[in-house]
């Protein structure tokens, strides 16, 4: 049988490529390493490393147990960890994924409500995250939550929609068209240089359909997975994006935001596993769609206040 302790030994020796180098890092002497090396190999019926006088090469069955070993043992970790968080009286722990946008405003308003409202609910956030990349996460339960743009492709996912922004055009302040205010045309866009989320994101994907629509291939320059890293490249002259219109744009005074005038909505909806029918994961849900209300009522209130003057 295959033990953790195999797995560790294992990756000593193949990220050292040196059984000297692993026994030393693991405080052990040279020739039990060697010895248990050979007994995962036995116990796995194939050879795992090439050895030579001067150094370890992974066989290709080495290269994959190496990946696999490693996230093994981070999910043992992670295990280790939630579980004496609940061993130590919290209610739970929760791993929220969050888009770009999503991350400056929705997510600190969600972890400030969750703080009052859940105390002993332990959050682990990651933000700035591709629809994709969270879909796969919630599906190999990576994330219980997660505040994304849909469509998502899985149907093993629920979702909750909470906001809608609309798409918008983001220039750097000396580009020709950033002198107008009024929307854009996707046509005008048409030779533009682009600064663009990966393809398979979803404003990748309806960007491409517009651009189909009116005639062209949009000509993608740079491409980022961070929404504050697009923004930086446009304020560095490298082209334009396409990004969601929100108050939470991380944006600078290199930046000119304008409305496109095709009307088209992204959707921003929290999604987790079907058949996650967890009371805290019932309760988050709730969480986040109040949260949503609170910065949506926060922003009615400041127009209503710029309306009404002094």
Do not use: C
């Not at 090439?50 to 992974?58: F, G």
């Not at 240089?193 to 359909?209: C, T």
């Not at 005038?261 to 079907?274: E, F, H, P, Q």
């Amino acid at each position: 049988m295959v033990e953790l302790r195999h797995l560790r030994y294992f990756i000593a020796v193949a990220e050292e490529r040196h059984f000297g180098r692993a026994a030393d890092r693991l405080h052990m002497a040279q020739p039990p390493l060697s010895n248990q090396i050979k007994q995962l190999e036995a116990e796995l019926g194939t050879v795992l490393l090439e050895r030579t006088t001067r150094r370890v090469d992974l066989t290709e069955a080495g290269a994959l147990l190496l990946e696999r070993a490693r996230q093994i043992l981070a999910d043992v970790e992670a295990t280790e960890i939630d579980v004496a968080e609940v061993g130590r009286g919290a209610a739970g722990v929760l791993r929220l994924g969050f888009s770009g946008t999503a991350t400056y405003r929705l997510m600190p308003e969600i972890v400030r409500v969750a703080r009052e409202r859940l105390p002993l609910v332990r959050l682990q956030i990651s933000g700035e995250m591709l629809t994709p990349h969270m879909e796969e996460a919630l599906l190999e339960n990576r994330l219980d939550i997660a505040v994304l743009r849909p469509p998502v492709r899985s149907a093993q996912l629920e979702l909750d929609q909470i906001q809608a922004s609309r798409l918008v055009v983001a220039l750097h302040r000396h580009h020709p068209l950033a002198a107008d205010s009024g929307p854009i045309s996707i046509e005008e866009l048409a030779e533009e240089d682009l600064v663009s989320y990966p393809q398979g994101s979803s404003v990748f994907s309806v960007v491409a359909e517009l651009a189909r629509q009116a005639g062209f291939r949009p000509r993608i320059v740079q491409e980022a997975t961070e929404t504050s890293t697009l923004i930086a490249l446009v304020g560095a002259g490298l082209g334009v994006s396409f990004l969601p219109g929100s108050q939470s744009l991380p944006l600078n005074a290199s930046i000119v935001i304008r409305p496109l005038a095709d009307d088209v909505s992204l959707g921003l909806a929290t999604a987790w596993k079907s058949g996650n029918d967890s009371p805290l994961l019932t309760s988050f849900i709730q969480l986040i769609r109040e949260s949503a209300e609170n910065l949506e009522n926060l922003d009615q209130q400041s127009q209503e206040e710029v309306l009404e003057g002094p």
